[in-house]
């Protein structure tokens, strides 16, 4: 399997990478030829590129955003969606349809990333202290429904779905029904 994304599955990632990379590059005052001198990327790859029509490695994308002095986000992220931590976009595909990654949501970060597995029997809740400002969250939910308490206003995650959220206000995990929940937990510091 490759690592490759290929131009002609729109409904990836590639789908916001051409223009955010012109709009990044030139707001940089980078030329195509200085970013390719820059990323180590070929300026003929940069320029067919931002012509929509190149496959590329997400490492390479890596090296392109570095070199503009961005985050591999900000040339995947739907621009034309409000600013948002969430980015649900398809970044690699496998041979077999079922083989996906999907990049959920992006947090910034700059101390510390923590990894929790958690599992709430029925009517279990936890109540959290609010972190400093500039702390986040990422939970993912992998079994059961989940109630997520931001700032007193209660919403619900089944599984399979997952909320980003700043966790510099008051906060609780609750689960009212009947069956456990777990969750997995992404601490971002």
């Given at each position: 399997?490759?690592?490759?994304?290929?131009?002609q599955?729109r409904?990836?990632?590639?789908?916001?990478?051409?223009?955010?990379?012109?709009?990044?590059?030139q707001?940089?005052?980078?030329s195509?030829?200085?970013?390719?001198?820059?990323?180590?990327i070929?300026?003929?790859?940069?320029?067919?590129?931002?012509?929509?029509?190149?496959?590329?490695?997400?490492?390479?994308l890596?090296?392109?955003?570095?070199?503009?002095?961005v985050?591999?986000?900000?040339?995947?992220?739907d621009?034309?969606?409000?600013?948002s931590?969430?980015?649900?976009e398809?970044?690699?595909?496998?041979?077999?349809?079922?083989?996906?990654?999907v990049?959920l949501?992006?947090a910034?970060?700059?101390k510390?990333?923590?990894m929790?597995?958690?599992?709430?029997?029925?009517?279990?809740?936890?109540?959290?202290?609010?972190?400093?400002?500039?702390?986040?969250?990422?939970?993912?939910?992998?079994?059961?429904?989940?109630?997520?308490?931001l700032?007193g206003?209660a919403k619900?995650y089944?599984?399979?779905?997952?909320?980003?959220?700043?966790?510099?206000?008051?906060?609780?995990?609750?689960?009212?029904g009947t069956?456990?929940v777990?969750?997995?937990?992404?601490?971002?510091?």
């Amino acid at each position: 399997m490759s690592n490759i994304l290929h131009s002609q599955e729109r409904g990836d990632v590639l789908a916001h990478v051409s223009g955010n990379l012109r709009r990044l590059r030139q707001a940089a005052g980078l030329s195509q030829a200085a970013l390719a001198e820059a990323s180590g990327i070929s300026r003929r790859m940069i320029v067919a590129l931002e012509g929509g029509d190149a496959n590329i490695s997400l490492s390479s994308l890596d090296k392109l955003a570095g070199a503009i002095g961005v985050g591999f986000v900000d040339l995947v992220r739907d621009s034309a969606q409000a600013p948002s931590a969430e980015i649900n976009e398809v970044t690699w595909r496998g041979t077999d349809p079922e083989s996906t990654a999907v990049l959920l949501g992006s947090a910034p970060a700059t101390k510390e990333t923590q990894m929790w597995l958690w599992s709430l029997g029925p009517g279990e809740r936890y109540e959290a202290e609010p972190d400093p400002a500039g702390w986040h969250e990422m939970v993912f939910v992998t079994e059961g429904t989940l109630q997520l308490e931001l700032s007193g206003t209660a919403k619900s995650y089944a599984a399979g779905t997952f909320a980003v959220y700043g966790t510099d206000r008051s906060y609780a995990y609750a689960n009212p029904g009947t069956e456990t929940v777990r969750f997995i937990r992404n601490v971002i510091s």
